[in-house]
């Protein structure tokens, strides 16, 4: 049965750090509701309230904009090995730019990855255990890294065109205010 928390408690912490991807969830008060899987190894825990995630540059740029809109944000772990268990976390979203305070602050806990765009951190409300009994179970083999080559290849100033030409506005024509 489903469990509320008003923290990320030790035992979720655990249950986070096994889980290789993870999704994210935003929407505006009208338009698209966007939902997002994210892998590689790009999600901390900050504290009992915070969550973390290093953004990498995507075909859009669709939580940005979702969060400047609203700011709601739900992520959700999933478990395909092990206990049957999903989790997800509630909570209000921001966008932490790379250059700023912030990003400089919080970036050396990611290390750098090809293709980073910004941080997005969710400050946790609250979270809710279900069962995953439904879930099917499938063998984890490795992360892709198809995404990390590809924005390589691109350098530093091509994916600050890319992200100029993609990642500057949502599919619903909101602005996501991209920095580069």
Known sequence: MGKFYTEITPELKDFIA????FFTATAAATGRINLSPKGIDSLRQLDEHTVAYL???GSGNETAA????????????????GKPWILRLYGKGEVVQLDSEGGRELHPLFGSIPGER??????????QTSCGMAVPLYDYREQRDLLIDWAAKR?????????????????DGLPTGLQD
């Open 18 to 21: 096994e889980q290789q991807m």
């Open 55 to 57: 953004d990498l540059t």
């Open 66 to 81: 979702l969060l400047a809109a609203d700011g709601r944000m739900t992520i959700m772990f999933c478990a395909f090995v």
């Open 118 to 127: 910004h941080i997005v951190v969710l400050h946790v409300e609250s979270a």
């Open 155 to 171: 350098g530093l100033e091509g994916m600050k065109e890319y992200r100029r030409l993609k990642n500057s506005v949502s599919i």
